[in-house]
């Protein structure tokens, strides 16, 4: 009985949002279902077949390369057309073409020739799939309908890295690539079961989408490059957690011991569980500050972070509980980042340039991986350890905090 009502209360709360907001929220929970494994799992994976954190730093860089070309090709594409429909269509294929090459992959050739074509992927996908929430989710304000979208994401990636780890540690090594073939799949279906649906609602809200209040929008403008530089550096330290991180745990530190890839993955996913549980509540109580306020918590969130992961690499047996209070850090920066910087770009662009503004956006998370993987990866080859690394990362948040954002407002 308590189960029903339970059901009844999910089901009114979930209908309450508009049916192409619900659909987008859909199409990304199955892209961060198929991608969660393959974001936070492809560096184990290939490190367990023998590659080197150099070589497996270089292939998200390539991947980053890659998906500059097509965030902008797609962001351009999006100005002059407007539609969402070909562009996620076109990412879904490209990233099953990728995770088969991953699949087959024995080498760094196959290896980077697979986040080759990842990078496409993600550089086609991220600039539609955030553009269409904004014209999909009228009247609700477009924070929440971020928020709710990245919280379908954050289900999504924590169910890809659980169960991808747990198919990948008792059946098969590379599990994680086949359930991103299986999720593309189901977007595709989406897409074209929904195809008319989804043109009419973008041509109708585009249409009555009005530009950003024009009060205080010089503002706005003038410190653009100061809310780029911030989500630039954010986005690197998301990639350091996505990335270097799991390789930093299974290395070891200066005096940390080394952890197995089982408790590895068990870490990490409980720090997408946390993320998972705070992105909603965290993302409503965002919306109702001003409109800056998600980049400062996020900032201030990683400073303490990185420098936490900084001083356990110097401990042993309380090393982790420095690293787990780290990662309740980095979810409440990751859930106050992520709808608050979209939302930003959004409004500060203009109607016939927001396309291209979400891809450059996009293309913020993907210069956070071309720095910070490859420069990483090298550190931890040459050095073994990353603490250096998420010192340099604690200070530059904390500089962007307590300088930068001063001269805003």
Same mark, same amino acid.
């Given at each position: 009985?308590?189960?029903?009502?339970?059901?009844?209360?999910?089901?009114?709360?979930?209908?309450?949002?508009?049916?192409?907001?619900?659909? #987008?929220?859909?199409?990304?929970?199955?892209?961060?279902?198929?991608?969660?494994?393959?974001?936070?799992?492809?560096?184990?994976?290939?490190?367990?077949?023998?590659?080197?954190?150099?070589?497996?730093?270089?292939?998200?860089?390539? *991947?980053?390369?890659?998906?500059?070309?097509?965030?902008?090709?797609?962001?351009?594409?999006?100005?002059?057309? =407007?539609? /969402?429909?070909?562009?996620?269509?076109? *990412?879904?294929?490209?990233?099953?073409?990728?995770?088969?090459?991953? /699949?087959?992959?024995?080498?760094?050739?196959?290896?980077?020739?697979?986040? @080759?074509?990842?990078?496409?992927?993600?550089?086609?996908?991220?600039?539609?799939?955030?553009?269409?929430?904004?014209?999909?989710?009228?009247?609700?304000?477009?924070?929440?309908?971020?928020?709710?979208?990245?919280?379908?994401?954050?289900?999504?990636?924590?169910?890809?890295?659980?169960?991808?780890?747990?198919?990948?540690?008792?059946?098969? @090594? +590379?599990?994680?690539?086949?359930?991103? /073939?299986?999720?593309?799949?189901?977007?595709?279906?989406?897409?074209?079961?929904?195809?008319?649906?989804? +043109? /009419?609602?973008?041509?109708?809200?585009?249409?009555?989408?009005?530009?950003?209040?024009?009060?205080?929008?010089?503002?706005?403008?003038?410190?653009?490059?100061?809310?780029?530089?911030?989500?630039?550096?954010?986005?690197?330290?998301?990639?350091?957690?996505?990335?270097?991180?799991?390789?930093?745990?299974?290395?070891?530190?200066?005096?940390?011991?080394?952890?197995? +890839?089982?408790?590895?993955?068990?870490?990490?996913? #409980?720090?997408?569980?946390?993320?998972?549980?705070?992105?909603?509540?965290? =993302?409503?109580?965002?919306?109702?500050?001003?409109?800056?306020?998600?980049?400062?918590?996020?900032?201030?969130?990683?400073?303490?972070?990185?420098?936490?992961?900084?001083?356990?690499?110097?401990?042993?047996?309380?090393?982790?509980?420095?690293?787990?209070?780290?990662?309740?850090?980095?979810?409440?920066?990751?859930?106050?980042?992520?709808?608050?910087?979209?939302?930003?770009?959004?409004?500060?662009?203009?109607?016939?340039? +927001?396309?291209?503004?979400?891809?450059?956006?996009?293309?913020?998370?993907?210069? =956070?991986?071309?720095?910070?993987?490859?420069?990483?990866?090298?550190?931890?080859?040459?050095?073994?350890?990353? *603490?250096?690394?998420?010192?340099?990362?604690?200070?530059?948040?904390?500089?962007?905090?307590?300088?930068?954002?001063?001269?805003?407002?």
């Amino acid at each position: 009985m308590i189960n029903k009502i339970n059901f009844q209360i999910s089901k009114k709360w979930w209908i309450q949002f508009p049916y192409t907001l619900r659909l #987008i929220t859909k199409i990304r929970f199955y892209s961060a279902f198929g991608a969660g494994g393959v974001i936070y799992l492809t560096s184990l994976i290939f490190n367990n077949i023998g590659l080197s954190a150099t070589d497996i730093g270089l292939g998200f860089s390539i *991947s980053a390369i890659i998906g500059t070309l097509t965030r902008f090709f797609t962001g351009n594409y999006l100005n002059k057309t =407007g539609r /969402i429909q070909f562009p996620l269509i076109t *990412s879904s294929i490209l990233s099953i073409i990728a995770s088969l090459f991953l /699949i087959f992959s024995r080498d760094t050739f196959f290896y980077i020739i697979g986040q @080759s074509f990842v990078g496409a992927a993600a550089g086609i996908y991220w600039p539609a799939a955030e553009f269409g929430v904004p014209y999909f989710c009228h009247p609700i304000d477009t924070r929440k309908a971020y928020a709710l979208v990245r919280s379908s994401e954050a289900l999504g990636i924590f169910l890809g890295v659980f169960v991808g780890g747990f198919l990948t540690n008792y059946f098969y @090594s +590379k599990s994680i690539f086949i359930n991103d /073939i299986f999720c593309m799949l189901i977007i595709t279906y989406l897409i074209l079961r929904n195809n008319s649906s989804i +043109k /009419i609602n973008l041509e109708n809200f585009q249409s009555n989408l009005l530009d950003p209040i024009k009060k205080g929008q010089l503002n706005w403008n003038r410190n653009s490059g100061i809310i780029i530089l911030s989500i630039l550096l954010i986005t690197t330290s998301l990639a350091l957690i996505q990335v270097t991180l799991p390789l930093d745990l299974v290395k070891g530190g200066v005096y940390r011991n080394s952890l197995g +890839k089982e408790i590895t993955s068990l870490i990490i996913s #409980i720090q997408l569980i946390l993320l998972l549980f705070l992105q909603w509540p965290v =993302g409503a109580w965002i919306s109702r500050k001003g409109r800056l306020f998600g980049l400062k918590f996020s900032l201030i969130n990683f400073s303490f972070a990185s420098f936490l992961l900084f001083i356990s690499s110097y401990l042993n047996n309380l090393a982790y509980y420095l690293i787990s209070f780290s990662l309740i850090l980095v979810s409440l920066g990751t859930a106050s980042f992520l709808p608050t910087s979209t939302d930003v770009v959004f409004r500060i662009a203009p109607s016939n340039k +927001k396309g291209f503004a979400l891809a450059l956006l996009s293309q913020c998370f993907a210069m =956070g991986y071309f720095v910070g993987p490859f420069i990483s990866g090298f550190i931890l080859d040459n050095f073994g350890y990353a *603490s250096i690394i998420w010192l340099s990362i604690s200070c530059c948040c904390f500089v962007i905090f307590a300088i930068l954002f001063k001269r805003l407002f």
